[in-house]
């Protein structure tokens, strides 16, 4: 390692990198841990030499300062600006740490790009065990460098079709991650009539997407999963006049929180236009991960401190950060208990609630008595935590802040939209219309970036009016 950084020798430089590649795929996950540690630890700024400069730079004479004739005074700016220049000039320098050189020479070397990806994928893996501060630094600044070696104007649009190389359709079929591709006629059929796939590649890594998107070509947005994947045939293309993104799947998780989407989507929509000026809406089919881990944990959290204040003598939580609310609505409630007396128990509506949602095999789908009761919290708790559920001012659900940081808006939620085993554990089978509305995505992703505010359709916006502080809503 210290080889690769040190060498100045550019006849033997590539031989030491590829040794510094090589070398590390042979080594344990324990072990290469061991030596990214010590690369953040040991080839960081040096710190030493910054607080010198910084105190050099402290020292100086403001320019303009000491002399009243106009001559000298010139003559002294000229001289103190010298002396400026030259300290920042060495502080730009010894700001940089020296694993700086080892990420540059691995950006230009023949495979280093895909081995910096896989170097920040082990990174991220060992802070999620142990937050080092100076691993978390090493990953900010390798994320920094990567961000701007992947920029748009080095990346490389590509319709993915049948004809492409069997290398390249396998590696679609392994990276697919929202909706899995099951056999090669599922494969053929989302690269087909009425379907679109694009990826985009960079020449570092040829033939591997950093990221692809999957389009459908329809009449309308459509309210289902299986719309998009099992009906059949698609209609002609020239009737659509909706292009639906229904899956986007990153590839390398050494680049993650480096935002290639948001490019890829206005890419596509940009040549989508072009291609198909009939095409006037473009929207997605989204997952929604996040909901029933949150909605369960209020649930559970909620019937709790229920329980407790209908014991006469409770000394259930009334200062913690928990505060008692009742998140289902009066007839709700009647309605759930009415219909829940033969499938379970509780306490209260909101155990009932929860022990419904968690029972075996999602049993609750199978009964249309509980679908029918449950559909009224369900879609309405789903749309409180898609607008109102907040992380640091932004949406708490990842997808939901993936596409509004992007300008989307929230158009709709889909009752029983996904009923796998995956869609139905994370989002009870909803899913949500998010919209593109162009010329309005920058409007909408500036909004919010700086406020936070989430657009979202008056048809949404209806289902958390009765809840304080509701979103304004865009027609």
Known sequence: MHSAISMSKTEVLDSVLSDFSEGYFSLSYENRRKLLVQLAKEYDVNRTQVCDLIKQYLGLEPPGTGSDSAHSVGVEVEASLSAFYRIERNLRHALKPMYEVLFERLNTHPGGLKFLSILRADILSILAEDNLASLRALDSYLKEKLS?????????????????????????????????????????????????????????????????IEVALMKDMAQSVQEVLWDDPPIPECEATCALFYSISSTQPGLSGINLGKFLIKRVITLVRKDMPHISTF????????????????????????????????????????????????????????????????????????????????????????????????????????????????????????????????????WMADRSEKGLHQSGGIMVNYVYRLGKIEDYSQSYFSTGHIHTSSELSRYIEPLKEPQNTTE
């Open 283 to 414: 929207a997605t089919l989204s997952p929604i991960p996040g909901y029933m881990q949150w909605l369960l944990s209020k649930l559970a959290s909620q019937s709790k401190l229920a329980e407790g204040e209908d014991m006469p003598n409770s000394s259930a939580d009334r200062s913690g950060s928990t505060f008692s609310e009742n998140i289902l609505e009066p007839e709700e409630e009647r309605a759930l208990m009415d219909a829940s007396v033969e499938f379970t128990t509780g306490k209260n509506s909101m155990e009932v609630m929860l022990n419904l949602l968690t029972s075996a095999n999602h049993e609750w789908t199978k009964s249309d008595k509980l679908l029918s009761v449950l559909k009224p919290p369900l879609m309405r708790l789903c749309a409180r935590y898609l607008l109102q559920e907040k992380k640091r001012g932004k949406a708490l659900d990842s997808v939901a802040n993936f596409h509004l940081q992007n300008g989307a808006m929230v158009e709709r939620i889909n």
């Open 148 to 212: 701007t070696w992947l920029s748009p104007a080095a990346l490389e649009l590509h319709q993915i079709t049948w004809d492409d190389p069997a290398s390249l359709l396998e590696k679609i079929v392994a990276y697919e991650a929202v909706h899995p591709i099951s056999n090669l006629i599922d494969l053929k059929r989302r690269l087909g009539v009425g379907r679109r796939c694009f990826g985009y590649f960079h020449p570092a890594i040829p033939g591997e997407p950093l990221i692809f």
